[in-house]
């Protein structure tokens, strides 16, 4: 039983490490507080619709940063919302909230289960993360241009 959850554990912190190293490839620097936005493509062929995604880094402590992350999404009415906790020392970047999807379960259906959270939820919610940001430096278009003055 403990070997099966070490190994768990181990796969959430590669996945953790692999979305501080994606992070860092989006923010040139992570310790800073900093806001930026760009556009994702959400559509298919036939109509071009872009989706606006937010990110909102603020600084905690010397070691560590909160980094909310807003899809405004043109295909659905809600937008998706991931806070991600961001430990600089550790290279690690964890989600912290997933769109407060469990919250609101929580209060409709009692459920028995230590602190509502299924088994693996925390690693869904890295590994969507993690491919999330993957999409991100893929695909992701700025919104304004940066052309140089002197060209």
Avoid at 52 to 69: A, D, G, V
Wanted: with cysteine; net charge positive.
């Amino acid at each position: 039983m403990y070997k099966r959850e070490h190994k768990k554990l181990q796969e959430l912190q590669v996945i953790q490490a692999s979305n501080f190293l994606l992070l860092s490839k989006l923010f040139s620097n992570l310790t800073i507080n900093n806001n930026f936005r760009f556009h994702l493509p959400m559509s298919s062929e036939k109509e071009r619709k872009l989706s606006k995604i937010n990110f909102n880094l603020k600084k905690i402590s010397k070691y560590t940063s909160n980094l909310e992350i807003v899809m405004e999404s043109p295909l659905t009415k809600k937008d998706i919302k991931l806070n991600l906790r961001i430990y600089h020392e550790a290279k690690l970047a964890e989600v912290t909230r997933f769109q407060n999807f469990h919250i609101s379960l929580l209060e409709i259906f009692p459920t028995n289960l230590k602190f509502g959270f299924s088994k693996d939820e925390r690693l869904q919610w890295n590994s969507f993360t993690k491919e999330f940001l993957n999409l991100c430096l893929k695909e992701g278009r700025s919104i304004e241009t940066f052309i140089p003055s002197w060209i």
